[in-house]
């Protein structure tokens, strides 16, 4: 079956940098859609970022220029760079797979038990 397995989180001061990974397993890795959501504290959920088999990638306003993702096929892994970590990206952080091949969908058909992350000082 999917599992999505997220590694990474943790506290940062304000303007640090962290880097998340998503393992992968029990489907074709490379054929899915991936994209890491985040849920605040008041469970406002918010989609991050996303990116299609083909390496397209769309980002939330709230994240561009700050937040990368990426991802590795052969190791079947999903990463987000996050630089310059603001207190309002204090979330936990949610690998998440979808089979649409082309235009990935607002919700994702799976995801992982997230990983959390605090920018406090």
């Known amino acids: 079956q999917v599992q999505l397995v997220e590694s990474g989180g943790g506290s940062v001061l304000p303007g640090g940098s962290l880097r998340l990974s998503c393992s992968a397993s029990?489907?074709?890795?490379?054929?899915?859609?991936m994209g890491w959501f985040r849920q605040f504290a008041g469970s406002q959920r918010e989609k991050v970022a996303t990116i299609n088999p083909y390496d397209g990638r769309i980002y939330a306003d709230s994240v561009k220029d700050r937040f990368v993702i990426s991802k590795d096929n052969d190791q079947n892994t999903l990463y987000l760079d996050m630089k310059n970590l603001r207190p309002e990206d204090t979330a936990t952080y949610y690998c998440a797979a979808d089979p649409a091949t082309m235009t990935c969908p607002p919700d994702f058909k799976f995801r992982g038990q997230g990983t959390q992350v605090t920018v406090s000082s």
């Open positions: 029990g489907f074709t890795f490379r054929a899915y859609c």
